[in-house]
């Protein structure tokens, strides 16, 4: 599933413990040694290693996204 953090960047306090993610698209201003796209969105789009239940996503201010 991908997702993109509506207030923060992804991290490990924003973000479910022990969840693995990795980014999908890219914010402008972060590193991009890989090529991957850049996100219009302020802190990028991830992908979950798992989807995240609702009670997460509003917990965490997360909002799915399509892709």
Do not use: D, Q
């Amino acid at each position: 599933m991908n997702y993109r953090l509506l207030y923060r960047p992804p991290s490990f306090a924003t973000l479910p413990s022990k969840l693995a993610w990795e980014f999908v698209e890219v914010p402008r201003e972060h590193p991009n040694p890989f090529g991957l796209p850049v996100s219009r969105h302020p802190f990028g789009v991830i992908k979950t290693a798992r989807p995240l239940t609702p009670e997460e996503c509003r917990a965490f201010e997360i909002e799915e996204h399509p892709g």
